[in-house]
C-alpha cells in the first residue's frame, strides 16, 4: 500500500501563489506516475498535472499550463505543485494521486489517493 498526505492549501487573492505538497510513504517503489486532480463539488474530478517518475514526462491540464508546475523530490518521495497566477476559477479541492503504472490524465486509473486539501482564490 502507498499512503499520499497533502499539505500546503489555503486561501489566497487572485494573482496569487500557493505550493501544494504530496508526501509518499509505504510501498513508494511501486510509484510510476504521481499527479494532481481537483474537483468542485457537483463535477467530476479534473485532471491538473502528472509526472511520470520513470521517463521525467510532465503533463498538463490547458487551463493551468504556463501557470503551475509540478516538480518532485526524489529523496523525499514528495511531489509538489506549484501554483502561480491563480484565478478564482481554480478554487477546489486538490487531491494527489499515485498509480502504479505509466503517465495517464484519468483519474480512473489512479490506485492511490490523499485525503484532499482546499484551494481558494477570492476575486
Known amino acids: 500500500q502507498v499512503q499520499l498526505a497533502e499539505s500546503g492549501g489555503g486561501l489566497v487573492q487572485a494573482g496569487g501563489s500557493l505550493r501544494l505538497s504530496c508526501a509518499a510513504s509505504?510501498?513508494?517503489?511501486?510509484?510510476?506516475?504521481m499527479g494532481w486532480f481537483r474537483q468542485v463539488p457537483g463535477k467530476e474530478r479534473e485532471f491538473v498535472a502528472a509526472?511520470?517518475?520513470?521517463?521525467?514526462?510532465?503533463g498538463y491540464a490547458d487551463s493551468v499550463k504556463g501557470r503551475f508546475t509540478i516538480s518532485r523530490d526524489n529523496v523525499r518521495n514528495t511531489v509538489y505543485l506549484q501554483m502561480d497566477s491563480l484565478k478564482p476559477e481554480d478554487t477546489a479541492v486538490y487531491y494527489c494521486?499515485?498509480?502504479?503504472?505509466?503517465?495517464?490524465?484519468?483519474?480512473?486509473?489512479?490506485?492511490?489517493w490523499g485525503q484532499g486539501t482546499q484551494v481558494t482564490v477570492s476575486s
Open positions: 509526472n511520470a517518475w520513470s521517463t521525467g514526462y510532465t
Open positions: 494521486a499515485a498509480r502504479s503504472g505509466p503517465y495517464s490524465s484519468s483519474h480512473s486509473v489512479y490506485n492511490y
Open positions: 509505504g510501498r513508494t517503489f511501486s510509484i510510476y506516475t
